[in-house]
């Protein structure tokens, strides 16, 4: 293993936020079956609205942001989707991470200057915003292995 | 607009370090048709190993980099897909990013130990990694949009 680099250290700003119907986290819809298909919006800060030039021709969006709200981290996670087992923090979705990094796929509805009105909003209301990016290819559902998640919604289903 | 939080600036650590056969960012597929299915790893920092208990289940994983050889960032961005017109940096994936973050799907291949082999590296040899997340679920190909892109690589298909 290589050495820590002291160049690999960065420090991240917002370039925005987000406005959302959730005032808190325990409004978030979690755990199987639950659906992200609130309305919010991207509201980016003016000095960085240059960046969305040409971002209308794009109906997905990965949005990075900062779980600003979340303290510290575990890298034991006992998600909500499964209440039997812990699962590593690389393997969930906790907002409790090494880097407070989150990562949700939003459907672009409309542009209106430096707001970007969405639809799969799953952030609290104020979350800083990191990055915007186009989202560009899929992988076919087909080819998806989706692990401990796909277990504990079986064993739901089954009742078990 | 909000005014800017002070909460809302964090410090991004690696976790571990990309082992990828690029060595500079000159060999890295890129602009149309690039494929993507080099193989390469991920090297996880042994303090943060724990955080990837039982991720051998899933196919696909997300994981967030550092652009850490790019140096500084422009809103507007000239990819190498459209010769003939710039756009905003949040429509492309330049590494001249506000925020320093690379976003990449690999496909899980195999875990030994701390060390995850992956399909589909596109970062260059080193490269930090800022988190791992699980890839749970896609947007149908016929439900996507690809603006700009899809526009330049029709017109290159067509010779024109």
Redesign the interface.
């Known amino acids: ?2 050495s ?2 002291p ?9 925005g ?1 987000i406005r959302s119907p959730y005032r808190q986290t325990s409004a978030i819809p979690k755990g199987p079956g639950a659906q992200h298909d609130a309305e919010g919006s991207i ?1 980016l ?2 000095e ?1 609205s ?11 969006l ?1 949005v ?1 942001w ?1 779980f ?1 709200r979340a303290d510290g981290f575990d ?2 996670a006992h998600p909500p989707t499964d209440e039997k ?9 906790s907002p409790r ?5 989150g ?1 949700t ?1 939003v459907e672009l509805l409309r542009r209106d200057g430096d707001t970007l009105h969405v639809r799969g909003v799953d952030m609290l209301d ?1 979350t ?1 915003v ?12 087909e ?9 504990a919604e079986k064993s739901r289903n089954q009742g078990t």
């Open positions: 293993m290589r820590r680099n160049r690999t250290v960065f420090t991240a700003h917002p370039i936020f509201e800060l003016r960085f240059p960046g969305l030039m040409h971002i209308e021709g794009f109906s997905h990965f990075l900062e600003d890298l034991i087992r812990p699962h590593g923090v690389f393997a969930t979705r991470r090494p880097n407070p990094i990562l796929v104020g800083p990191l990055d915007i990016k186009p989202y560009l290819s899929s992988i076919p559902e080819k998806l292995k989706r692990g401990w998640l796909a277990e």
